[in-house]
Each structure stands twice: as C-alpha cells, then as structure tokens.
C-alpha cells in the first residue's frame, strides 16, 4: 500500500467513524485500528488530529458536492426535477441508515462551530459551496420558467439548505423519515412548484410528478 493509499484509507475510516460518532469521541486509536494502520503512523501523515479532522471536512465535501452535481447535470429532468432528485437520494440513503448520523457537514458545525474557528470557516466554506450549486439550479429554473421568476434564488437556497438540515436533525431525534417527507412534500409540492401548480403538485402521494416530467 502506498503512502497516498494509506492516508487515503485513515481519511476514509476516519470520516466512517465521525460520521457517526462525532469529533470529539472518535480517539486516534479508534482510527488506527479500523485503518488497519500501524500504531504510531497517524502523525506520520498528519501532524495533529486538527489536520486530520480538516482533511475529513474535505473529503466529506467532496462526497457531497460530486453527488449534487451529478444530479444537477442530469439533462433528463427539469433542474428542479434534478434537485429533488438529489435529495430523494439522500432520503432513501438515511432511510437505509436506519435514520441516523444525518449531515455529517451539518453534525460537526453544530459539534465544533464555538469551539473552533478554523473548522467553523472550513465548514462555512462547504455549506456555501453547497448552497451556492442549489442558487445555480434555481437561477437555471427561473431561466427555464420552472419556478417563479421574482423568487430570489441566493436566498432561496439558503432557505432550503436550512430546512434540510433542520429536517435532518428532527429526523435523528424521531428516528423516523417524516421530517425528510414533509421537507420533500413542502420544498417540491409547494415552495418550488410551478406557478400555478401547488394544488396539483401536493394532490400527488410524496409531490413528485411534475418536478420532474
């Protein structure tokens, strides 16, 4: 395994253990053992676990952001059809997880937010990545005539991206998918249906038809 491999491997088992269990309970140890990485090697690729944890934020963005893109490339669907369908990903991907662990993005800015400001930035950073593809999607929406041409599409995203964190924290605490299908049936039936099309949209089970035809 090369020294590229390796680290590769602790970012990846690292982010697995994160993920789940938060920073600040995830010891260097615990990394080691699930990398399958010699005692003692861990400094050999990071200097500190801060070093660490920053190139998990990275990869965690990473992930996120090559999914959003690959649905909102997606020609075969209206861009908010392209939205929503990232996000239907990412319900039945916490419907498979038993609805747990949530935004791994979101968990470590409410974990380290206060604590620590270069995680706060660093984070910062990826939810306006995030929210800036969602901004780009409406815009092209708006173009299209999808969606309403006086909704303001930077503040609108910030608005969704609020709600599905938000969402996602309820649906940790519930252990349950509703917060994620109110989101969808809100968000897609209503917020971001066409004009003219609320009723019908919120008629359909789950508000899925006319996003994407």
Known sequence: MTKEDTRARLIAEGARLIHKKGYNHTGVLEILQASGVAKGSFYF??????????????????FMVARME?????????????????????????????????????NLAQELADLNDTFRKTLKDVLDTMQGKIAG???????????????????AASFILNSWEGAL???????NLEPLTVFDKMMFGRFLARPGEEEHCLGDPGGRRSPVQ
């Open 70 to 106: 690959r649905h909102l490339s997606d020609a075969s669907l209206t861009h908010i059809g392209r939205l929503k369908r990232f996000f239907d990903e990412m319900m039945n991907y916490f419907g498979h997880e038993g609805c747990s662990c949530g935004c791994p993005i979101g």
């Open 45 to 62: 690729y990071f200097q500190t676990k801060e070093e660490f944890g920053l190139a998990v934020v990275v990869y965690f963005s990473e």
């Open 137 to 155: 999607c409406l815009e092209a929406a708006q173009d299209a005539h999808e969606i309403a041409s006086d909704l303001n599409p930077h503040e």
């Open 169 to 175: 924290t309820r649906m940790k605490t519930e252990k």
